[in-house]
Each structure stands twice: as C-alpha cells, then as structure tokens.
C-alpha cells in the first residue's frame, strides 16, 4: 500500500515564502506530483518530480529526494490568490493511478 | 486542445434514488479516466480507473459501479443512492499516468 503524509494547515503573509512538506511510504515509486484546489473547484496540476533536485516553474518549485521518501513544494512571493489546498500524490507501483495526500490548506493574509 | 466534460454540475438526489454521472474527454485518443470522490475539506478518493473501452477498476466496495462504453466516456452509477454517497465527485483524464487533468465536479448531495 502507499501512505503520505502533509501538513493540515499552514498559513503565511503576502510576499512570503512557503514550503509544503510531504513524505511518502510506497512499495514502488513513479514520481511525486503536486496539485493545486481552490475551495469549491478541481483540482489543477502543479508540478512533478520523477528525479531527485528541484523543479522550477515560475513562482513554484517543487523538490524531491528519493532515498529520502520526501518532496516539498516551495510557493515563492505568495499572493492571496495562492489560498488554497495543495496535494501531493504518487503514482502506484504498475498501474496509471495516483494515491493523493490528504492536502496541505495554505492561507496567505494580507 | 484537451477539455473535459461532467453533468450535471450539482445534484440533490433522495436516499434510495438511481444516480448516472456522466463524463466525456475530448481532444485526446484512449486516455486514461478517473473517477474521484472528495468529502468536504477531505483529500481524494480513487473510486474506479479505466485503462481502455470496457476496461474498470474497482479501488473501493461500494453500491457505486461504472462504466466506459466509448473510449472517452465515463459513467459512474448507482442503483440506490445512500446517505453517505453525498461528496464531491471528479472525473480525470490522463495519458502519461504521472499527470492528471480533471473536470470541473459534480457536487452531489443524498437526502
């Protein structure tokens, strides 16, 4: 089976730096992705990481240490607009299908 | 370019009552579809995948079913709705496996 583990809740101020923990225990492993919902929408995709290091798009990175079981998402210059939950999930051994954490809820104030 | 399609948008349906969601992919050839469930402010759960026409995967035993009778089509259904079937639920394409991309939801409430 997979299990991942985040944060429930973190909160921070307009401008700041962010970053967004998630471990992972997996009998296989494909990547780790990062996924973005607003209250009441869908989830968007953010990132994913299938190698080790860091992965830039933007105001966004996201991290991944393999021998670690450990990835990160790192919001930079955050807006009010970032406000929102964010998942990380990780593909299953074998089969096209994620297994999702249970979302990291990120409040950005002014 | 790929779009998604779910109907309805919102749902109020009573206990005991049929249910038929429908979802529809257009832009892409045999992908990958997904049905997720999410509680409200909880993370979400596989329901089914399908890999190809015909093709489910049950993750969950539930009184939900579904079904692909046409390469980008999905259903999900249920013959008698419960109380707990209340959530929102997602449809979700991808082609690499690694990246998913979802409709916009049906958020269905059982009375």
């Known amino acids: 089976g997979q299990s991942l583990e985040q944060p429930s809740e973190v909160t921070a101020v307009e401008g700041a730096i962010v970053q967004i923990n998630c471990t992972y225990q997996t009998s296989g492993f494909y990547g780790l992705s990062w996924y973005q919902q607003h209250d009441g929408g869908a989830p968007t995709f953010l990132s994913y990481n299938a190698l080790d290091g860091l992965e830039e798009t933007g105001r966004f990175s996201s991290f991944l240490s393999r021998s670690d079981s450990y990835g990160y998402l790192l919001l930079q210059e955050l807006q009010m607009k970032d406000s929102a939950s964010y998942f990380c999930?990780?593909?299953?051994?074998?089969?096209?299908?994620?297994?999702f954490g249970t979302g990291t809820r990120l409040l950005v104030s002014p | 370019s790929q779009t998604i399609h779910q109907w309805p948008a919102t749902l109020v349906q009573p206990v005991g009552s049929p249910l038929s969601l429908e979802c529809t992919v257009e832009g892409t050839s045999n992908p990958n579809l997904y049905w997720y469930r999410q509680a409200a402010g909880r993370g979400l759960q596989l329901l089914f995948y399908?890999?190809?026409?015909?093709?489910i995967s049950s993750e969950v035993p539930q009184n939900l079913s579904a079904s692909r009778p046409q390469d980008r089509q999905f259903i999900l259904s249920s013959k008698k709705l419960l109380l707990s079937d209340s959530g929102f639920y997602l449809c979700?394409?991808?082609?690499?496996?690694?990246?998913?991309?979802f409709g916009p939801g049906t958020r269905l409430t059982v009375l």
């Open positions: 999930a990780v593909r299953d051994t074998g089969f096209q299908k994620l297994v």
């Open positions: 399908s890999v190809g026409i015909g093709q």
């Open positions: 979700a394409w991808s082609t690499s496996g690694n990246e998913q991309f």
